[in-house]
């Protein structure tokens, strides 16, 4: 049966479930009612998610969503194609769009570039999580960023273990990788500031960072002292960046904050996290 047209919020999380297959998903998401404003589905490690059902999931996407989350972590048989299609129809009126496509070696960097220009421009609220996912880089990274604009309030990345695949993929049908590195932060660097309250950033692993990365990046964030004020949340990480060193982490840290004790240094992980206060200059 269909779902209630009075339906504004959906959470459907079927994670692990072997029994979930592509029709099951897309004939869910052809049921969708046309007034919902907020959908989350997590179909994580469904082994029987293949492309057609993002297919089905970007066609039939209510125009009136404010909010979509969406986790195909782990689902092997979904490639560029698939997370292509669920892009290309995303709401002029998104507000905030969460991507987790953790360990999906059959997505890469031209996944990426294809899906950038469909992002929305209004989004206030952003998250991509691609851990572990070899075949993802700067290329990708870079494509993205360009697509969204400096009125996030809310960033989150998580590009852990984006170390490349050092090789291309299963009859060559996914390029050579080098994976995340400097041109991939630059880009990232690029969107932050003006209205960002919080900014969350996982590069754990990545070994092609390096330090020359963390001045752009706290460019970036300094550039909300600008037009805005309030506190803003920092989560930074980069722990087995083995080319980030902890004297330009110090560096960052005191370009950023007086108080260091609002924003603590924990050298073991090299995670920067806590709060800076911005406040506007007087008149």
Not at 137 to 164: F, P, Q, T
Not at 170 to 179: I, P
Not at 181 to 199: K, N, P, T
Request: with cysteine; hydrophobic share 40%.
């Amino acid at each position: 049966g269909r779902l209630p047209e009075s339906l504004v919020e959906l959470n459907l999380r079927v994670a692990l479930c072997q029994g979930v297959s592509a029709a099951g998903i897309g004939q869910l998401c052809r049921n969708l009612p046309a007034t919902m404003r907020h959908l989350s589905l997590d179909i994580s490690s469904c082994m029987k998610i293949e492309n057609s059902a993002l297919a089905e999931l970007g066609k039939n996407l209510p125009g009136s969503l404010h909010s979509l989350s969406v986790d195909i972590s782990h689902c092997r048989h979904v490639t560029n194609d698939g997370f292509g299609q669920l892009c290309a129809k995303l709401p002029t009126g998104l507000r905030r769009l969460d991507l987790f496509m953790n360990k999906c070696d059959g997505i890469c960097d031209q996944g990426l570039c294809d899906a950038a220009s469909s992002i929305p421009k209004g989004l206030h609220v952003f998250t991509l999580s691609c851990q572990h996912c070899r075949h993802i880089g700067d290329k990708g990274i870079s494509a993205l960023c360009s697509s969204l604009g400096r009125g996030i309030a809310e960033l989150n990345i998580n590009l852990s273990e984006c170390s490349g695949s050092g090789a291309s993929g299963a009859g060559g049908s996914l390029a050579e990788c080098d994976g995340v590195g400097d041109e991939s932060m630059l880009a990232i660097a690029s969107i932050l500031g003006d209205s960002l309250e919080s900014f969350v950033l996982t590069v754990t692993g990545c070994k092609a960072i390096t330090d020359a990365c963390l001045e752009p990046l706290t460019a970036g964030l300094l550039r909300a002292e600008v037009v805005s004020s309030g506190r803003q949340r920092l989560y930074l990480e980069f722990k087995n960046c083995v080319k980030v060193g902890s004297s330009a982490l110090i560096d960052a840290r005191k370009a950023l904050t007086k108080d260091l004790q609002a924003l603590p240094l924990h050298f073991d992980t090299k995670v920067l996290q806590g709060h800076r206060l911005i406040s506007l200059p007087a008149v």
